[in-house]
T-cell receptor
Framework: GESVGLHLPTLSVQEGDNSIINCAYS??????FIWYKQESGKGPQFIID?????DKRQGQRVTVLLNKTVKHLSLQIAATQPGDSAVYFC???????????FGKGTLLTVNP | DTAVSQTPKYLVTQMGNDKSIKCEQN?????MYWYKQDSKKFLKIMFS???????INETVPNRFSPKSPDKAHLNLHINSLELGDSAVYFC??????????????FGEGSRLTVL
């Protein structure tokens, strides 16, 4: 559902559960995708990235899945912790000029 | 040891004023960016410079003028401030790897409030 005020998609999970944050993109030329985490009052921080020649990439507690057929990207966070509470952004680039275009963020709230 | 630093962090000013936000990175990166984040958290690219050369200039009012005195600095000057300019402005940088992708390193943001 949407958060009143910020109008961001929201995801609320219990501590210890797994979280899945989804992102759709529209540019077929996009060949690089990245997830950022933004905590309140701070700048976006890199989480994980993936190139279009891959469909899955794993990091520490995080996995990014890429489905180019339906232009869909997801971020899975295992064993979600209160410190994971933040706004999560997907971003993509493709074509020229090294431009990273951000999607609408998702607010993740982790309940203890 | 701040990697990308912006000043000021907060800026409150009256409509019609001119203000500047400064950005410096000590990462040795060649490419720097300005992004604007609105009240709905949407991040939109404004400008990008590579080695002091403007390479991205999105549809931004010409009241906004970026200036890059050297590759470690990218400042943003805004003339005749309007209420709609109120936002958080983020500076970011990345190394010029020759590839059209790569992680951007963001500063902590400068919150501009126009009254």
């Amino acid at each position: 559902g949407e958060s009143v005020g910020l109008h961001l998609p929201t995801l609320s999970v219990q501590e210890g559960d797994n979280s899945i944050i989804n992102c759709a993109y529209s540019n077929s030329a996009s060949d690089y995708f990245i997830w950022y985490k933004q905590e309140s009052g701070k700048g976006p921080q890199f989480i994980i990235d993936i190139r279009s020649n891959m469909d899955k990439r794993q990091g520490q507690r995080v996995t990014v899945l890429l489905n180019k057929t339906v232009k869909h990207l997801s971020l899975q966070i295992a064993a979600t912790q209160p410190g994971d509470s933040a706004v999560y952004f997907c971003a993509e680039s493709g074509g020229s000029n090294y431009k990273l275009t951000f999607g609408k963020g998702t607010l993740l709230t982790v309940n203890p | 040891d701040t990697a990308v630093s912006q000043t000021p962090k907060y800026l409150v000013t009256q409509m019609g004023n001119d203000k500047s936000i400064k950005c410096e990175q000590n990462l040795g990166h060649d490419t720097m960016y300005w992004y604007k984040q609105d009240s709905k958290k949407f991040l939109k690219i404004m400008f990008s410079y590579n080695n002091k050369e403007l390479i991205i200039n999105e549809t931004v009012p010409n009241r906004f003028s970026p200036k890059s005195p050297d590759k470690a600095h990218l400042n943003l000057h805004i003339n005749s401030l309007e209420l709609g300019d109120s936002a958080v402005y983020f500076c970011a940088s990345r190394p010029w790897t020759g590839e059209k992708d790569g992680e951007l390193f963001f500063g902590e943001g400068s919150r501009l409030t126009v009254l």
